[in-house]
């Protein structure tokens, strides 16, 4: 997507240089900055401290780390796997990353290791060109949705979208997936208001999806995560579309903290709630989102502080919450499948179903 008029990814390696190139997101939306990663170590940091994150940018990301992996091993399969593990620890929920770091493995273990360079570097650039064509595939499909609810309404009047936490092109390697629909939709000229919830604690909300949003030119406002609810009693969104980190084979959905409490919220207004996910966030052997999906807990002080641009133009974290009190963080919750009108995936829409997902994605046709 543009940045300044330039084509970004959020995730690339520059070979010659035997690193990986991300945008370091931490600094968005004040400053745009890129981050090299020269070792597995560095983009285990860079993944566990956020400076990428989303659920495809973390697998692609992984995916690269990979390369970086076979490179450092020295031929040792063991080194190798160690080298898996530390990246697949880094994040708990997202089920890309640790499907990332299995793909790459089950590439490597049949190549004898003067091979492994080559090879990981091929398939970490398939793992991101994958998440951008599946994530584009996506808007296509998702397109009819918000062209239908356009039809029904008077011209002008745009379609009021409602979106949760960052699952724009940020978040994985390029489109995103709930924004995806969004962008084309925007780009066929239907008029269209997405409602941006700020996403406490750490704001991939008003920071990330308010940027996107920006230098796509769609229009939208940030609210506070507590507005959603009255905004749905007063007519004023269509439609919900977020994200999934982990999709069980049921249709339950982790995602973003706060997810559940929209679709809890749509379901009382009788609004769609959608949600928008490559099939590398399904999780094939879970059947049970609430009991088996593991939710990362992160340090209490992304709730304790929050961090802005000062008067004086410099970024700043302040403490919000009296000292001494402590804080809880879970990052995520689970939406279960009741809650869910559909899946949005790339091979088409289909219920948050068990039986309607093995439709589209027989277990001969995964990837
Ligand atoms: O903790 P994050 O920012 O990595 O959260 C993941 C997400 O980006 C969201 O839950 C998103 O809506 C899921 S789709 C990538």
Redesign the pocket.
């Known amino acids: 997507m543009q940045v300044d008029g330039r084509l970004y990814r959020t995730v690339w390696s520059v070979p010659a240089k035997g690193v990986v190139r991300v945008i370091d997101q931490r600094h968005l939306p004040w400053n745009f900055v890129l981050q090299d990663l020269a070792t597995v170590e560095e983009t285990a940091v860079a993944i566990r401290e956020?400076h990428v994150?989303?659920?495809?940018?973390?697998g692609a990301t992984a995916g690269y780390g990979m390369w970086l992996a076979a490179r450092e091993s020295s031929g040792s399969m063991k080194r190798l796997e160690q080298l898996a593990a530390l990246l697949t620890a880094t994040?708990p929920?997202?089920r890309n990353l640790s499907w990332a770091v299995e793909r790459q493995l089950n590439v490597l273990k049949d190549l004898s290791p003067d091979q492994w360079d080559h090879a990981a570097l091929t398939e970490s650039k398939a793992i991101a060109d994958e998440d951008a064509s599946w994530c584009e595939r996506i808007g296509e499909h998702g397109l009819p949705l918000l062209s239908g609810i356009h039809e029904k309404k008077s011209r002008q009047a745009p379609v009021q979208v409602l979106?949760?936490?960052?699952?724009g092109w940020l978040?994985?390697t390029d489109w995103?997936?709930?924004t995806a629909p969004i962008y084309a939709a925007h780009r066929a000229g239907i008029p269209i208001h997405v409602w941006v919830d700020e996403t406490r604690p750490?704001n991939?909300g008003s920071r990330l999806t308010a940027w996107e949003l920006q230098n796509e030119g769609v229009p939208h406002t940030v609210i506070a995560d507590n507005a959603g609810g009255h905004l749905m009693q007063h007519g004023k969104v269509d439609i919900v579309i977020?994200?999934?980190?982990r999709t069980t084979c049921t249709g339950d959905v982790?995602?973003?903290i706060g997810?559940y409490l929209k679709a809890l919220a749509a379901h009382d207004n009788d609004i769609p709630f959608y949600v928008?996910?490559p099939s590398s966030?399904i999780d094939w052997e879970c059947r049970d989102g609430v009991r088996g999906i593991p939710i990362?807990e992160?340090g209490g002080s992304e709730v304790s502080t929050v961090e802005g641009l000062t008067h004086e133009g410099v970024v700043q974290g302040v403490n919000l919450v009296n000292p001494g009190s402590p804080t809880s963080n879970y990052?995520?919750d689970v939406t279960p499948s009741r809650l869910v009108t559909g899946l949005i995936t790339e091979r088409g829409i289909c219920d948050a179903t068990a039986e309607a997902i093995a439709i589209l994605f027989p277990p001969t046709a995964r990837r």
């Open positions: 956020m994150r989303g659920a495809g940018c973390i994040r929920t997202a979106t949760h936490c960052n699952a978040a994985f995103g997936s709930a750490r991939q977020t994200g999934s980190d982790a995602n973003k997810t928008a996910l966030t990362e992160r990052a995520f």
